[in-house]
């Protein structure tokens, strides 16, 4: 078993920044990659970015430029730096961790932008 723990959160006005990290409680490279994804009130959970166990990045379209996904293997951590955030960019964040068939999930952190 795996837990995985978000934190950086909160509120923010369109245009500013957070840092998203996901703390995990085993080594994040036993991972054949792990994820960020985002779920706004009413829609459907969506990949935001990840990273595989290479170092390969990918980013959904929406935040291509603005959002860089990066990891810090000493810390077992995963970050999500988020630039020039818009008001739809508001979501629960989550950090995933997949391995074969299996997922393990943190709880979700919450991402408000708005003025």
């Known amino acids: 078993q795996v837990d995985l723990a978000e934190s950086g959160g909160g509120s923010v006005q369109p245009g500013g920044s957070l840092r998203l990290s996901c703390a995990a409680s085993?080594?994040?490279?036993?991972?054949?990659?792990m994820a960020w994804s985002r779920q706004a009130l009413g829609k459907e959970r969506e990949l935001v970015a990840s990273?595989?166990?290479?170092?390969?990045?990918t980013y959904t379209d929406s935040v291509k430029g603005r959002f860089t996904i990066s990891r810090d293997a000493a810390k077992n951590t995963v970050y999500l730096q988020m630039d020039n955030l818009k008001p739809e960019d508001t979501a629960i964040y989550y950090c995933?961790?997949?391995?074969?068939?299996?997922?393990?999930w943190g709880q979700g952190t919450q991402v408000t932008v708005s003025s």
């Open positions: 995933s961790g997949h391995i074969m068939s299996r997922s393990y």
């Open positions: 990273i595989n166990v290479g170092g390969s990045l």
């Open positions: 085993g080594n994040i490279f036993n991972f054949n990659f």
